[in-house]
T-cell receptor, first 113, second 115 residues
């Protein structure tokens, strides 16, 4: 599929479990981002990556781990899920340095019980 | 720290009305400003992107303006339709202290267009 995809689209997990959310883009964009969206907080940046093997923390990184060994993939791992990590997670990418326009994936709705 | 505010938080208008959504930001050192639409339970769809050197962008019934000096952007929707009902998000792009791209989002305006 062309564009940016996320998997799974829906996930229910238990407290303490490790879970990985996948993000894949086909444009070879240099930048990729992970956001979470919660009522009352809007979109908050968790981690971003400026290129393969370059990642850095965003506004709310605690409890999350990322890696980017390949340009097209940017997985987000919750090492030990907590109920406060119940949220909708969006992956985004941008690559055109003349515009830095962001493109979003469809989101993953994660519920931690 | 960049802060982005969108007022009003919610807006309800009758079909056919022209309307304006507002976005304000605190730091004028921006790279671009992007308007998104989000339907319930869905992802974000890019509507318009304005570069910092531009004053406005148009797409169909949508027109977005940017005034960097005053820290404001508006999204004008002409002849609103029920299908325009969604949440509209403003996102301000800049560079962080490391020189990397950073985007700050507003909390959105929820628009309802009544038939």
């Amino acid at each position: 599929d062309a564009g940016i995809t996320q998997s799974p689209r829906y996930k229910i997990t238990e407290t303490g479990r490790q879970v990985t959310l996948m993000c894949h883009q086909t444009w070879s964009h240099s930048y990729m981002f992970w956001y979470r969206q919660d009522l009352g907080h809007g979109l908050r940046l968790i981690y971003y990556s400026a290129a393969a093997d370059i990642t850095d923390k965003g506004e709310v990184p605690d409890g999350y781990v990322v890696s980017r060994s390949k340009t097209e993939n940017f997985p987000l791992t919750l090492e030990s899920a907590t109920r406060s990590q119940t949220s909708v997670y969006f992956c985004a990418s941008s690559g055109d340095r003349s515009s830095y326009e962001q493109y979003f994936g469809p989101g993953t709705r994660l519920t931690v019980t | 720290k960049q802060e982005v505010t969108q007022i009003p938080a919610a807006l309800s208008v009758p079909e056919g009305e022209n309307l304006v959504l507002n976005c304000s930001f605190t730091d004028s050192a921006i790279y671009n400003l992007q308007w998104f639409r989000q339907d319930p339970g869905k992802g974000l769809t890019s509507l318009l992107l304005i570069q910092s050197s531009q004053r406005e962008q148009t797409s169909g019934r949508l027109n977005a303006s940017l005034d960097k000096s005053s820290g404001r952007s508006t999204l004008y929707i002409a002849a609103s339709q029920p299908g325009d009902s969604a949440t509209y998000l403003c996102a301000v792009g800049g560079l962080n202290s490391g020189g990397y791209q950073k985007v700050t989002f507003g909390t959105g305006t929820k628009l309802q267009v009544i038939p």
